[in-house]
């Protein structure tokens, strides 16, 4: 009788690895999604609003812009 | 008129003379553009001079304490270069403002870009403020 209830709580014991459940949770895209669009959209406004900031410096108009000959 | 409706009208009267300096004082983003446009050589001068640097808050800042006292010409007036960086910084964050606002995001994030555009620009030895508070000279 005790054997068989030995047997019984080892069988039991066994058994509980075998339950073990692993739950993933889904992985979130989206928000990264939206930061690098506002990233870039921001980018590209503060690149054609100062583009002014690219052009190089206007040189000052030369005294002599005759061609000599 | 009854006692309530005269409440009323004193009410939006009280309101439209409270929101009209606001409202006069609100710019454009092209004028804000604009300014920070006409600011932007006597700008490119105090970078190269080492006077001044860009922040990774998309501001601008002095380099040096002991710079803040001297006099700059922008705009066809001359003022400090402490006036200097407020005015710069002034225009910028209104702009950064006007920007998060069109694009529905916050400023920061705008203020950010800006910073890696401005950083960008910088040349050679030319001064960026680190996160950090340590100024650092572009390679």
Known sequence: MKRWLLAGVAGALLAVPCC?????????????????????????????????????????PAKDTEKKQ | MNTRSGTWVVGVVLA?????????AARSKDEVVASIKARYPALVQLLAAHKVGETHKGLIDAVKDSVRDEKVT??????????????????????????????????????????????????????????DGAWVQKK
Do not use: C
């Open chain 2, 74 to 131: 922008s705009k066809g007036k001359t003022i400090t270069i402490a006036q200097f960086i407020a005015n710069e910084n002034a225009d910028r964050t209104e702009y950064f403002a006007i920007a998060a606002k069109a694009n529905n995001t916050t400023p920061d994030v705008v203020a950010k870009g800006f910073a890696r555009h401005r950083f960008s620009l910088l040349k050679s030895g030319e001064f960026w403020k680190r996160e």
């Open chain 1, 20 to 60: 073990a459940r692993v739950r993933v949770e889904p992985i979130e895209i989206k928000p990264i999604h939206i930061t690098m669009d506002i990233n870039i959209k921001i980018q590209k406004q503060v690149a054609e609003d100062f583009g002014f900031m690219t052009e190089p410096p206007k040189a000052p």
């Open chain 2, 16 to 24: 439209a003379v409270a929101a009209w300096p606001t409202a006069a």
